[in-house]
């Protein structure tokens, strides 16, 4: 599940600035569908170079060598192109379906109230 705090500012393209180098397409297949990411070189503008993926990336979306404008939110082996991320709703919709368990739970142990208990007076 994504952090909370990663998939906000991803989805507001809140976060330190640079560029990405695409320099290899790793694809995985799952029977006829194939999710391909690019991994390649981030350097922040302040200098700072790691190596990474590009989220959302495809096959069609780079080619070896290209570059293309990226921002790093936090996460250790993922940036973001600038059109920021989608991953907030995911985050969400599981924040949404934890919060309603929980509601839900404490509404069944919680014991009645004494006004259920009592007779109605006479």
């Given at each position: 599940?994504?952090?909370?705090?990663?998939?906000?500012?991803?989805?507001?393209?809140?976060?330190?600035?640079?560029?990405?180098?695409?320099?290899?397409?790793?694809?995985?297949?799952?029977?006829?569908?194939?999710?391909?990411?690019?991994?390649?070189?981030?350097?922040?503008?302040?200098?700072?170079?790691?190596?990474?993926?590009?989220?959302?990336?495809?096959?069609?979306?780079?080619?070896?060598?290209?570059q293309t404008k990226a921002f790093d939110v936090g996460r250790s082996s993922r940036v973001y192109?600038?059109?920021?991320?989608?991953?907030?709703?995911?985050?969400?919709?599981?924040?949404?379906?934890?919060?309603?368990?929980?509601?839900?739970?404490?509404?069944?142990?919680?014991?009645?109230?004494?006004?259920?208990?009592?007779?109605?007076?006479?």
């Amino acid at each position: 599940m994504p952090s909370v705090m990663p998939a906000i500012r991803a989805a507001r393209t809140d976060g330190t600035p640079g560029v990405f180098t695409a320099e290899r397409l790793d694809c995985v297949y799952h029977g006829p569908h194939e999710q391909c990411t690019w991994l390649g070189d981030f350097r922040a503008d302040s200098g700072e170079r790691r190596q990474v993926s590009l989220y959302g990336s495809d096959r069609d979306t780079l080619h070896v060598g290209q570059q293309t404008k990226a921002f790093d939110v936090g996460r250790s082996s993922r940036v973001y192109g600038p059109g920021g991320s989608n991953e907030w709703v995911f985050t969400a919709l599981l924040l949404a379906a934890g919060l309603s368990l929980l509601v839900y739970a404490v509404r069944r142990l919680a014991p009645r109230s004494a006004h259920s208990d009592r007779s109605p007076v006479a």
